[in-house]
């Protein structure tokens, strides 16, 4: 067990730690079992095997009854929710912000520090019963005064985190280290069903990096053996899965079958799913790499697919189909930055609207005014617009696979990757997970891309647009540049962050996720 702070007792009770050690005896070999599927379906994708919609699963797409249960109590509405971590003030500040929902993150936004962890899951158990308050170090406090709060969605971690401050025996007397998903699941329901329900909300999760019908499987058991556990009617709980892998886009509608009796909706989670593209497609040639970041936006062949499927899927089944976040951000101190931001985020959540999502997701309150105002001119009094068949979208695999965006890679953009990756990473040692970096939400999912898309460069001999060659040299070059580019300070992590980057980005092999050997070097005690 992890250190215990003030008010840590609260959280790990006896009661508490009881169920995960239920939900860990009953459900931590299956989770294995599917992550051993990933790594099988990973190294398919890259020895020339493309993903497509199933076979053996044929007849549940062509079963047109089933229906998800929809959405639960205060969550009809769902045209903006806002992200963020789940810090005392980034809590009071999503509860005050006038967002229909409030995506508590306990995965991308934020570090998995045991603190973050711990503390995380006591804002959550103040916030939900109106006690929450914090103070700054300048004396600041802050409390919730909204008279109508957001409904909480909360994000666990996904399946291949795991959480070394909390160990787990198996039958076999193997020590092992806990399930993040489990451990962030099991705390936040264990502690706050009963009051949820009582206050006319319910315990509500979004899913992340789902990337099988299997995997939803795992949850939807996890969800009805949970609701037994604590007595409460089955299909109490209500999920949103994000669709943010390659595999799952492939496994909408079985995702969907799979979770129906829990499920809320799906996500088009944008960054993540970029990721996921290039981790997949790393080692299959020139036609698999994407250009600059900045080139691989919403409207370009694959996505469009991708997003369009996605809610023609979600509505034919009763599902909400819930958007992605722009990362463009205001800055309080610069009116024309905000201006441009308020401007690309307007156009961003039109598209979404107009193709027919019932809601969107800011990273940012002053944001939710201009997300609101284009999902209310589509909407109007509707409170989601499910209804609304998207017959007319027809995708294919191949539309799915359509990479070619006909853009170059620049020296800036091999630049701006490496700066990012690195101010990222230095962020999340010191235990922050959603950082401004020159006027863009960055978290871990796009410190994700910018990390891939240079070892992807790197190994398939790529050229910037002035003819630079993409070398490890190279990179090193522009390691050392960021580093001397960088405002230093005492406590910084900016060596061990270019550590981290050079690992992931520049190494012989691809770590899946840059985060797992990252959080066991360094945040895992």
Known sequence: MGHVGPRY??????????????????????????????????????????????????????????????????????????????????????????????????????????????????????????????????????????????????????????????????????????????VDFGLYFFHNAAELIARGRGPYFYIAKLESAEEAKLWDDVFTFSEEYVGIPHGTIRATVLIETLPAAFEMEEILFE??????????GRWD??????????????RFVLPDRSEVTMTVPFMRAYTELLVKTCHKRGAFAIGGMSAFIPNRRDPEMTQRAVEKVAADKKREATDGFDGTWVAHPDLIPTAQAEFDAVLGERPNQVARQRDDVHVSAADLLDLQIGRPITAKGVHD?????????????????????????????????????????????????????????????????????????????????????????????????????????????
């Open 259 to 268: 979770l129906r009796e829990h499920c809320a909706g799906l996500n088009a």
């Open 9 to 182: 007792d609260e959280i790990l009770t006896p009661e508490a730690i009881a169920f995960l050690a239920a939900l860990h005896h009953r459900f931590a070999g299956r989770r294995h079992d599917r992550l051993a599927d990933r790594m099988r379906r990973r190294f398919e994708i890259g020895n020339g095997q493309d993903p497509h919609f199933r076979h053996d699963t044929a007849h549940i797409r062509e079963d047109p009854e089933w229906r998800v249960a929809g959405a639960g109590p205060g969550l009809e509405d769902r045209r903006v929710e806002i992200t963020g971590p789940t810090d005392p003030k980034m809590t009071i500040n999503a509860l005050n912000s006038g967002a229909k929902v409030w995506l508590a993150d306990q995965e991308d936004a934020t570090s998995p520090t045991w603190q973050n962890v711990i503390e995380g899951q006591l804002s959550l158990y103040d916030g939900i019963r109106g006690r929450l308050t914090f103070t700054n170090e300048a004396g600041k406090e802050y409390r919730v005064t909204a008279e109508q709060t957001p409904t909480i969605v909360m994000r666990p971690r996904g399946w291949h985190l795991v959480e070394e401050h909390i160990r787990f025996t198996d039958r076999l007397s193997r020590s092992m280290a806990a399930s993040g998903s489990l």
């Open 273 to 286: 799913y970029i990721f996921s593209i290039i981790k997949n497609y790393r080692g299959r040639g020139a």
């Open 417 to 525: 990757n490496v700066s990012v990756g690195i101010r990222y990473i230095e962020a999340w040692l010191r235990g922050l997970g959603a950082v401004a970096i020159d006027g863009l939400m960055e978290d871990a999912a796009t410190a994700e891309i910018s990390r891939s898309q240079i070892w992807q460069w790197i190994h398939q001999d790529r050229t910037t647009e002035d003819g630079t060659a993409i070398t490890r040299e190279y990179i090193e070059e522009l390691i050392g540049e960021v580093l001397e580019e960088a405002d230093r300070f005492d406590g910084d992590r900016f060596d061990e962050a270019a550590g981290i980057f050079r690992d992931v980005a520049t190494g012989e092999e691809f770590p899946a996720f840059l985060t797992l050997g990252a959080y066991a070097r360094y945040l895992a005690d």
